[in-house]
């Protein structure tokens, strides 16, 4: 059974940051590319970032670019997103999938509320 098991949300004031965890299980994690996907409150799902599976290439939305730093280690079957400069936007609800994303590859999400 495919699990992914996000954690690290919380609340942080703009300009903090925050690093999230996608622990995977139930599937071969170090042969997937994997995504961060988030949804902010009312609205629909925007891809955030993405690496191959070896870790050696990734990508970052625009609006994500310069401040987020997606990672993984493929010994511990854990994806990481290093958020800094967070700003009132980036709130959101936080997923991992693969990449390109799949059904049955959602986790619960995690949520990050940047506020003040």
């Known amino acids: 059974e495919v699990q992914l098991v996000e954690s690290g949300g919380g609340l942080v004031q703009p300009g903090g940051s925050l690093r999230l965890s996608c622990a995977a299980s139930?599937?071969?994690?170090?042969?997937?590319?994997m995504s961060w996907v988030r949804q902010a409150p009312g609205k629909g799902l925007e891809w955030v970032s993405a690496?191959?599976?070896?870790?050696?290439?990734?990508s970052y939305a625009d609006s994500v670019k310069g401040r987020f730093t997606i990672s993984r280690d493929n010994a511990k079957n854990t994806m990481y997103l290093q958020m800094n400069s967070l700003k009132p936007e980036d709130t959101a609800v936080y997923y991992c999938?693969?990449?390109?994303?799949?059904?049955?590859?959602w986790g619960q999400g995690t949520q990050v509320t940047v506020s003040s």
């Open positions: 999938n693969v990449f390109p994303t799949r059904p049955g590859y």
């Open positions: 690496i191959n599976s070896g870790g050696g290439t990734t």
């Open positions: 139930g599937f071969t994690f170090s042969s997937y590319a």
